[in-house]
């Protein structure tokens, strides 16, 4: 039975406003309680340029924030809704090294507390979802806290949706035993390479600016997902989302409302596949 409760997880090195806004107001309308985390429990705030209707997207060369969405950004922002989130680094263990001399022990003890957070999970929630923006790239996308995280939701056949450099969580979260991605021959969707930035004017987070992307995400999805499944960029389209289920994949900023729509879709409706279609 559905829980109507979902899990938002966002960077603590600043989220696209809009791709928090767009899902959000699409939870909000269809009745479901969302719970915020973060890696340390530190509370999120959004990217400037994600409020700044004058930033030019480099690789569009546009706007990609109008004004009555950068309102809508900042009234969440500067909301209470973000206060205290969950500490992911206090609720999930941290995968131990193998150097240390109790390994043995403390890997058991790693994996019974997986078992107690997903248990937890099951009680909780319906879905995930990790929001975009430059701040993944430092603290989410190698976080082996939100990697097992994500293998929860996963592994109990529960929605798992991520949008723009979130993706990137998906093709790095792999059990330690076989590392294969958990997107192996799935269909996903993420920021194509045509959209991507060649300086870091569109990396400028809260206290860290940074220069290109330290890898190209669609290069990165393409690997993950062969050999059966695909990389879907759909550039030169207004939107790219992808439903694989249990996968929700956004590309970018145009997709962030679609994107909620569809979570709410495969929770409410069933949907397994959308956005694709399969070459025999």
């Known amino acids: ?30 009745g479901y309680e969302v719970t915020f985390a973060t890696p340390t429990g530190k509370r999120p705030v959004a990217l400037p340029p ?49 150097s240390r001399p109790d390994f043995l022990r403390a890997f058991e003890a790693y994996h019974d507390r997986r078992e ?28 082996w806290r939100v990697h097992d995280l994500i293998l929860a939701f996963r592994d109990l056949g529960l929605v798992v949706a991520a ?12 059990e330690m035993d076989d590392r294969v991605s958990i997107i192996r ?13 060649k300086d870091g004017t569109g990396f400028m987070g809260t206290d860290f600016v940074i220069g290109p992307p330290p890898y190209p995400l669609e290069y990165i999805l393409r690997d993950a997902t062969a050999p059966n499944g695909a990389y879907h960029g759909n550039f030169g389209h207004d939107t790219s ?13 145009p997709d962030s409302y679609l994107t909620g729509q569809k979570v709410v879709e495969v929770l409410e409706h069933g949907l397994r596949q959308w956005g694709f279609t399969v070459n025999s």
């Open 1 to 30: 039975m559905a829980k109507k409760r979902i899990l938002i997880v966002l960077s603590e090195y600043g989220y696209w406003g809009e791709e928090l806004v767009g899902p959000l107001e699409t939870f909000d309308k269809a």
């Open 50 to 98: 994600s409020y700044d209707p004058e930033y030019i997207d480099p690789p569009l060369g546009k706007s990609v924030t109008s004004g009555e969405m950068a309102a809508k950004v900042k009234a969440v922002d500067t909301s209470d809704r973000l206060d205290n989130p969950l500490d992911i680094a206090s609720w999930l263990p941290d995968r131990p090294y193998r």
């Open 116 to 143: 107690h957070v997903k248990a937890q999970i099951a009680e909780r929630y319906d879905a995930l979802l990790i929001v975009g923006g430059s701040g993944p790239i430092v603290d989410l996308a190698n976080n």
């Open 163 to 174: 949008e723009c450099y979130g993706v990137a969580c998906l093709a790095f979260a792999r």
């Open 241 to 253: 989302v992808i439903v694989d289920f249990p996968f929700v994949t956004g590309r970018s900023t």
């Open 185 to 197: 021959n799935k269909h996903v969707t993420g920021h194509c390479i045509e959209y991507d930035y």
